[in-house]
């Protein structure tokens, strides 16, 4: 699946509710889709923040690997805001991987949203 193939894949499952699909590598991130009210609520240098903060930050988390050995690797992290909902995930041992943005009141069925996004890296 392509890129175009995930957010695709993300607006048939979330179409409503969607509001920022980006991707990313070791090379950097690529945003493809933003909501309106993404658009006219965060600069690109905010936009380059969050992607540093959250996204580089949350890969390296060996401790927290170790603390649940029995759960296995750490694939993503879920960030619950008052105004919406952050996902972030990363399928593989690569330095690439999905951050996403929701309304409030989407119905994520985080495993059903892990699983579009792990098909996009597999």
């Known amino acids: 699946m392509d890129d175009s193939g995930l957010v695709e894949a993300l607006r048939e499952r979330y ?3 969607l509001l920022a699909v980006a991707t990313y590598s070791a090379d950097g991130y690529t945003l493809h889709f933003t909501a309106d009210r993404v658009e006219e609520n965060y600069s690109a240098l905010d936009i380059e923040a969050i992607y540093d903060d959250v996204v580089l930050q949350d890969i390296a988390q060996p401790f927290q690997e170790q603390l649940f050995g029995d759960m296995g690797d750490i694939r993503g992290k879920l960030r619950l805001f008052e105004n919406g909902t952050v996902a972030h995930f990363w399928p593989s041992e690569e330095r690439e991987g999905a951050f996403v943005a929701f ?10 949203l892990y699983g579009v996004v792990a ?4």
């Open 103 to 112: 309304r409030p009141d989407a119905d994520l069925r985080l495993r059903d």
């Open 119 to 122: 098909e996009h890296y597999s």
């Open 15 to 17: 179409d409503g509710s």
